[in-house]
């Protein structure tokens, strides 16, 4: 957990910068209670507007390293650590698997690998830039919003947890078959459940979010501090693009939109392109016109926002 730690220390020097910043996403709020209790590690009082709430507060620096901790900690509890000899739960029901397939067949040999969804892969795609800073030291920086961060751990956490309770239902029913057919002798060969795609619950929760946002006249600046929040875009990489949404594209008929913006299978085109910067630090905005996704069947919630598939769609159903 060496290189780990290393990170954690890193993250929260992060999160102390950003905070000196003030982020344009953390505002000021006030705290203050009046005729305040401990009800166990919240708060119970009166808040400036006469009513009784219950409080809890903490540093997002120490909750935010927690996080962290707990995310790198599951990660590694699911896909182990070869340093250290930690198979995980990965390896353990692999094991089995391969242990099951011999005893019921008399042959040692490999099973189909489960695909890995190893989520913190994901930090690797964070911009660093390399220069010198105010003390003429050369570094290497890696910067990004403070929320941004959260949100992204937060999703890494939920989807971890899903591969968690799906790895220990599954070790528990290749052990049960195992004893069955080592001390019962069951003469069919046990199945197994194939391996879930953890990876498609990431895309699944955007398409989801993109579908209900796709109308005419939906603002370019929502859409991209929602992907950005959670990891469907890079910061740094819209940043460095001299527009954010310069693509151009067709659909299924050949017809053409300029001013388009991909994420995933969608192709969200606006009215006019604007730069990462003025969309974020400004009140220029762009007007989406016309989307389409590349693979229709695949968005759950299809009938309601992609009128024509393959092909662009200016309306809702």
Sequence with gaps: MKLKNTTLIASLVLVLFAVGCKSKEIKEID????????????????????????????????YLLDLQREVYGMEEGIYGNKT???????????DCRIELRAKSNGKWEMVDPAPKTVLSKEEAKITKKIGIDEKGELVM?????????????????????SQDDWYDTEIKACKVSLNNY??????????????????KEQKADMD????????????????????VANGWLVQEDLAERAFVNDDSAKDATNFRRNFSLRLGD????????????????????????????????????????????????????
């Design 208 to 227: 989801a979010f993109v579908c209900e946002y796709v109308d005419a006249n939906a603002s370019l600046k929502t859409l991209v501090k929602t992907a």
């Design 141 to 161: 920086l890696t910067e990004e919003e403070l929320t941004n961060r959260i949100k992204r751990f937060e999703r890494y956490k939920k989807n971890y947890e």
């Design 31 to 62: 705290t203050e209670l009046k005729d305040k209790k401990t009800v166990g590690s919240e708060t119970l009082g009166k808040n400036k507007d006469g009513n009784y709430i219950i409080q809890k507060k903490e540093s997002l620096a120490t």
């Design 182 to 199: 080592v001390n019962h002798k069951f003469e069919a060969v046990p199945k197994t459940e194939k391996f879930p795609d953890f990876a």
């Design 84 to 94: 250290y000899g930690n198979k995980g739960k990965y390896g353990v029901l692999e």
């Design 266 to 317: 969608w192709v969200l085109a606006y009215d006019y392109r604007v730069n990462y910067g003025d969309l974020m630090n400004t009140d220029r905005d762009a007007e989406l016109k016309a989307w389409l996704n590349r693979s229709p069947d695949s968005v759950s919630g299809k009938a309601s926002c992609l009128a024509n598939g393959k092909r662009w769609s200016t309306v809702r159903k």
